[in-house]
Structure formats: C-alpha cells, structure tokens
C-alpha cells in the first residue's frame, strides 16, 4: 500500500504510525484531516510526521508547524541524552548496573532518529541496594526531590520521588522494581527485578552504554505496562515502541522465549490485547499461529473484552476523541480497569455495569446516598 494516501478506514493518526514503521517518506501531510493533523501535534507526534513527508516534493502550510515541534524535539531529546551520558558516567564510576526503561529504551533502539519518539521523563531501573549511591550520585549532578522523599505513597511504590534537574527540567524516576504494586504482575517471580534483566543488552547513549532488556523481554514489558491503564495523552508511543520492536526484529525474534516469558495468564492476556491491536492497525504482522499459542494462556481477554479495549485506544487514543457526557475521563479508566483486571472476561463484563455506578476504590462505595448523586449527575449531562 502507497502512503502517499490515506485509507479512508484508518483512524487518527494510525496512517502516519504506519508510514513510519515502513520507513515512508512520502507521506501526503495534506491527506490528514484537520482533527488528526492537531491530534499528531499533540500526541507528540510531531517529528514523526516531519520524518514521514520529508522527501514529498509538494510542500504544505503545515509544514511549519511540523518543523517547528521536529527542532523542539531535537532540542529537548538532545538534553535528555546529554544529562543521561554523565549520570551512566558517574554511575560507573561507583560500579553502579543502570538499566532504561520504557520510552529511552525504545527511542534510543528502535526509532529512526532517538527524537522522533516523546519522552516525558527518563525511568532507571537499578538494585535496591545500588538505590542510594545513585541517588547521592543524581543530586550532585543538580537533580532535586521536590517533595518529601518519606511519604507513605512513594515508600510503597516502586520507585522512589521523583527527581528534577534544575537548571534543564528533567524529570527522572529512579526505579527499584519493574512493575508498580496494583499490577498483577508485581509479585510474579518471573517479572522481577532479576528476571527482568537476566540476559540483559546494552544501547549506546553518546559514547557511553547502558543495560536494556533483550527484545523478546522488551516486548512483552511494553505490553504489560500499557496495558495496566488506557494513557489518551500519550498511549500512541507503546503501541509504536511494540510495532517498531517487531519490524526491527522481522524473521529474528524469539517467539518461544517470548511465549516463555509471558507464562502468566494476564502477561499473555497483555500481550495478546496489544498484539491483535497492532495486527488489526497494519502496524504489525503477528503470526497466527503465535498469537493462537498465546491466546491458550491469556485468561485476561475474550473477543469481547479486546473489541471494547481495541475501541477506547482508536476513539481516545488514536483519534483523540473528547470525553463524552457519559464516558468522561474518569469512566473511561474505570472502564478500562475494569476489564483488564486479573478475573475472567465475562465475570468482568457482568461487573462493568456495577463498577461504572460504583466506582471502586472509594469509602462508601455501595452507600445510596451517594448512588442516587451519580445517577442524577449523569441523568443531568444527558438530558438537554
């Protein structure tokens, strides 16, 4: 398929993730709606479509705009990198084992250029006990903890307050554990600090080089963090990380370690959301028999779970839909905690009704006084 047009059934900004995946630089900026074209600036997706239309001989009034977000991109990343170089120094110095997470991870392996892909923030993973030397290590090189480091919120999460650099900004998490408390994955010895980076690779950060997992761990992180919440701001970047993972690794992959991997029934629930997601998009080609091998694990998802999942990620997070009357931000994250929990797909279908009339997590939750309030408030949004 040409993508110097867009697919009249290709939602928001999915026909510009999917000329960056095949390497497209062609793309027609002007195909895009005025919608998707404000939903790729927002979504930080900026720089991609620079990379996708730089070798289009028509030039667009648009053009602008997306070169004034590439040069912010590249400005911005270049700092983020610069900072990370001498924080992977300094902790070598003190033989301290830095692994990267999540958006630097993937930036720095899979995309064409490391700005192309928004980082919000740099996560670190390192040892418990290596915790402290690095963090002594951050505040020498002018990172701050606005805030109290003891609070009860961050002692049970895992990470620790989060640091920010004073003189450029940055924000960065220094990580103890991969997985946060509420995930089902959290105390899974398979999903350890430990395991999480037995095998562990290197990336090149300037001339220096830091862990990262191996692909086949890569992928199925990215699936399993993403999964835990529907992100409508920025939920476009671990599908791309996914989609770009696979087409790196086209032929090469481990598909037997990653099966290995995800041996838990909501890793593969997980993995298969994200998996048949990408497959449906054309930003991945999954092999059948793969994904039939993983569906045999996956106690998370049915057909109908991931069709109502599939739909919040095309409305909220591809197409950038405003919040309704009804599905209100708040909804849409009970909706969608609600169906990927750790339960069977259709005790979780039979419980959506009850979780969005009573919101779970909040004292009283069963109290009448305060359902009668919630239907009311909703009766009033819908009725003119």
């Known amino acids: ?26 793309f027609d900026i002007d195909s895009l709606d005025e919608p998707a074209f404000k939903i790729a600036l927002d979504a930080g997706v900026g720089s991609i479509l620079a990379h996708v239309t730089s070798e ?32 992977i120094a300094a902790a070598r110095r003190d033989g301290l084992e830095v692994t990267l997470l999540k958006g630097c991870a993937a930036a720095l392996r899979y995309y064409h250029q490391p700005h192309h892909r928004t980082m ?20 020498e090189l002018g990172f701050v903890q606005p805030g109290d480091p003891r609070e009860a919120l961050v002692r049970d999460h895992h990470h620790s307050l989060p640091f920010r650099h ?5 924000w960065l998490e220094v990580h103890t554990r991969p997985y946060p408390p509420h995930s089902p994955l959290a105390r899974r010895p398979g999903f350890s600090f430990e395991a999480v980076t037995e095998r562990a690779e290197t990336v090149a950060v300037g001339a220096k080089s830091a862990r ?47 099966c290995r991997i995800a041996d838990d029934p909501w890793a593969a629930g997980a993995l298969v959301l994200m998996l048949t997601y990408l497959n449906r998009c054309g930003l991945a080609r999954i092999p059948r028999a793969i994904l039939s091998r993983l569906a045999t694990r996956d106690a998370m998802t049915n057909a109908v779970v991931r069709r109502l999942l599939h739909r919040l990620v095309t409305a909220y997070v591809m197409e950038g839909r405003p919040p309704g009357i009804v599905m209100t931000p708040s909804n849409r994250r009970i909706v969608w905690s609600t169906l990927v929990g750790a339960r069977s797909p ?14 779970p997590g909040y004292d009283g939750r069963f109290d009448t006084a305060r359902f009668v309030r919630r239907v009311r408030s909703l009766t009033r949004k819908m009725l003119p």
Do not use: C
């Open 1 to 26: 398929m040409s993508h110097t047009d867009t697919p009249g059934d290709s939602p928001g900004v999915v026909p510009v993730l999917r000329a960056y995946v095949e390497g497209s630089r062609r």
């Open 56 to 87: 289009r001989r028509a030039r667009s009034a648009r053009h602008n705009e997306v070169h004034a977000a590439d040069l912010t991109m590249q400005m911005m990343t270049g700092v983020i990198l610069d900072t990370l170089a001498d924080i």
């Open 120 to 139: 919000g923030d740099v996560d670190l993973l390192v040892a418990e006990a290596q915790r402290e030397p690095l963090e002594r290590r951050l505040r």
């Open 166 to 170: 004073v003189t450029t900004g940055l």
């Open 212 to 258: 990262v997992m191996n692909h086949e761990r890569q992928l199925v992180y990215t699936a399993t963090r993403w999964a835990e919440m529907i992100n409508a701001e920025r939920g476009v970047f671990p599908l791309l990380d996914a989609a770009l993972l696979l087409r790196a690794r086209d032929g090469r992959l481990d598909w037997d370690d990653v």
């Open 346 to 359: 259709w005790r979780k279908l039979l419980a959506l009704p009850v979780s969005v009339l009573f919101p």
